[in-house]
Each structure stands twice: as structure tokens, then as C-alpha cells.
């Protein structure tokens, strides 16, 4: 009943900081044109990380002899790759996307803030890896689903809560495979947030943006890991095929042609 409480209280607390910050998110070097050509405020994603990060000092506070091994890492990941999203944020921009963009980027001597984000979000995954295996490849392995999974996040986000949508379908799903809904780790209070903050973007008043993308996507990512080396290993060559199929063909033009995906996709949506 507890998780059930803090997941709910994080989706509240993220609304309300949504509120309280929506205003000052729109500055120009946070605004951005959306896919319905409408100037929205972008790095949404602090409000859920301020939530999230107040409800689990809450919940710590509240039962201090619960076993909380796996937060630290959790609180790594999520503000980690926030912060690496951030840094997207505020100074990337469409001039090297994907990556053959950073990579013909690289060769013309520019570091793009994209490319940033994903050599941050290696070491961040590799370091978080380490309880998972005591391997080489088990490791690699963690690494790909973690940052694979921040990277796939952040191309899916080109539509209001579509990211929230996925992210939201795969913990719900993995949670209840791990014996019920409540029985996952904290992932789920961030995924709530990301909930709780949905409705401002399907008004597109706020967009989730790099900033909580990219660590709603790790979150999940992290929660993946908690699987058997079996498993991971399905989940990192499913992880590698969504991240090239991002780099080969559009996922909007995939969804708009897949009618059940386009239903869930709009619902909700200002059309």
C-alpha cells in the first residue's frame, strides 16, 4: 500500500511543481517549436525530478530500516542523466541528431551536446553496473540496456507523453511479471511523476524534453535490470534493434501507420 502512496505522491508533487515552474521554464533558450509548430517550454522533466526526489527522502524518513540499496544507484541514474538531458536542452540543437550526426560531428572537431549525453549516460550505466554482474559482457550488457534504453527514450519523445506512455506500459508490465504492481522498486514513483506531469504536456503547456527523456528512460532501463542474465541479454538485442531502427526510419511515421499504436499515441492529445 505504501509504494501505491509514494507513486501517487509523486505524480501530485510533480504537477504542482509543474505549475509553480512552467513560467519560469519559458525563457528563449528553453523554447522550443513542437511538432503542431507551437513554442513550448522545454526541460519539463526537472518537475519529476525535483518530485522524485523529494518523495524518496520522504519515504527513506519515513521507514528508515527498509533495505534502500538499490536508491543510490537509482538517484544516480535519474539525476545523472536529468542533468546530461539538461545540458541537451539548453545548448543542443538539430544540427547533429542520431548517431552518424555526432559522429560526422566528431570528425569536424565538434563535441555536440548530443554526444555528451551519450558518452555521460556509458559511464553513468557502467557504473551502476557493477552489482548486476561480476562479468565483462555482463556488464556491457547492463550498459546497453540502461543507456540504449535513455536513447530510445529520447527518440520516441517527439510527441506530447508519448515517452510517458512507453515508459509507463514496460515498468506497469515488468512490475506485475515480478509478482504485482507494488512489488518494484522506486522506478515506479518516477514513472508516476512522469504521469503526474503528462496532462501539462498533452496541453502542451511544458515538454518532458532531453532533461526527462533521457532519465525516465535509464529509470526503466535500471528497473530492466532486475531480470535474470537471460533475460537481460533479450532485452539488451531488443534495446539495440529500437535504437537502429531509430537511426533507419521515423517512429511518428511508424506509429501515424499503425492504428492501435496511433490511438494510444493521440489519446489524450490537443488535436
Known amino acids: 500500500m505504501q509504494e501505491a502512496i509514494w507513486a501517487i505522491g509523486c505524480a501530485l508533487l510533480a504537477g504542482v511543481a509543474a505549475v509553480a515552474l ?41 521507514n528508515p530500516t527498509r533495505n534502500w540499496y538499490f536508491v543510490p544507484p537509482l538517484l544516480a541514474l535519474a539525476f545523472g542523466f536529468g542533468l546530461l538531458g539538461l545540458f541537451d536542452d539548453v545548448v543542443g540543437t538539430h544540427a547533429a541528431r542520431g548517431w552518424r550526426g555526432h559522429y560526422r560531428a566528431l ?34 550488457v547492463c550498459v546497453v540496456i540502461v543507456a540504449g534504453c535513455a536513447n530510445a527514450a529520447n527518440l520516441l519523445d517527439l510527441a506530447p507523453a508519448r515517452t510517458t506512455k512507453v515508459a509507463a506500459l514496460v515498468v506497469v508490465v515488468t512490475a506485475l511479471l515480478r ?10 514513483w518516477f514513472v508516476a511523476g512522469a504521469v503526474g506531469l503528462a496532462p501539462f504536456e498533452l496541453r502542451e503547456q511544458l515538454m518532458l524534453g532531453d532533461t526527462g527523456a533521457n532519465a525516465l528512460g ?24 529500437l535504437n537502429v ?4 526510419v521515423s517512429f511518428s511515421t511508424v506509429i501515424e501507420r499503425v492504428a492501435p499504436l496511433r490511438a494510444l499515441d493521440r489519446l489524450g492529445r490537443r488535436l
Not at 509478482?179 to 515506479?188: D, E, M, V
Not at 531502427?245 to 533507419?248: D, F, H
Request: proline share 6%; charged share 10%; with cysteine.
Open 107 to 140: 570528425q569536424e572537431g565538434q563535441l555536440s551536446s548530443g554526444a555528451v549525453k551519450l558518452i555521460g549516460g556509458v559511464l553513468l550505466a557502467w557504473a551502476v553496473s557493477f552489482p548486476f554482474s561480476e562479468s565483462l559482457f555482463g556488464r556491457l
Open 179 to 188: 509478482g504485482g504492481l507494488y512489488a518494484g522498486h522506486p522506478a515506479l
Open 218 to 241: 535509464a529509470v526503466v532501463g535500471f528497473e530492466l535490470l532486475f531480470t535474470s542474465p537471460g533475460v537481460r541479454l533479450i532485452i539488451a538485442a531488443i534495446v539495440i534493434a
Open 245 to 248: 531502427a531509430g537511426e533507419l
Open 22 to 62: 512552467t513560467p519560469t521554464l519559458r525563457v528563449p533558450p528553453l523554447l522550443r517549436t513542437n511538432y503542431a509548430g507551437r513554442d513550448v517550454p522545454t526541460a519539463g522533466g526537472i518537475c519529476v525530478l525535483l518530485a522524485f526526489g523529494a518523495i524518496v527522502a520522504v519515504a527513506i524518513a519515513w
